[in-house]
Nanobody, 129 residues
Framework: QVQLVESGGGLVQPGGSLRLSCAAS????????IGWFRQAPGKEREGVSC????????YTADFVKGRFTISRDNAKGTVILQIDSLKPEDTAVYFC??????????????????????WGPGTQVTVSS
């Protein structure tokens, strides 16, 4: 399994932005599809965004579309989730995850946690004034 680690979370005011990063210990994520999920207290983990192995397709959940953007930093071998116009309801722990095998991210196909087997420990995002 891939060992993942997230970074970039923090406390931000409503309307602010954060740039979350997902990296793997010792190697690049360029060869993996990567998904981003979040889990708020007392709620189920939900899929937010996903990028395919060759970055030729992405998925972004409707409830964050227009505010969340997923991309790759191929030079660093990381996957970035840019979060803009943050709202209090975005408060959650954000996780990145890798599937056990080939996975194609596409809009219109929901992102399910059970399709992903390798998870990072998460990074806390808190949106509050």
């Amino acid at each position: 399994q891939v060992q993942l680690v997230e970074s970039g979370g923090g406390l931000v005011q409503p309307g602010g932005s954060l740039r979350l990063s997902c990296a793997a210990s010792g190697f690049t994520l360029n060869n993996y599809a990567i998904g981003w999920f979040r889990q708020a207290p007392g709620k189920e983990r939900e899929g937010v965004s996903c990028i395919s192995k060759f970055s030729d397709s992405t998925y972004t959940a409707d409830f964050v579309k227009g505010r969340f953007t997923i991309s790759r930093d191929n030079a660093k071998g990381t996957v970035i989730l840019q979060i803009d116009s943050l709202k209090p309801e975005d408060t959650a722990v954000y996780f990145c995850a890798a599937p056990p095998g080939p996975y194609y991210c596409q809009n219109g196909v929901p992102l399910w946690p059970h399709d992903f087997s390798s998870w990072g420990p998460g990074t806390q995002v808190t949106v509050s004034s």
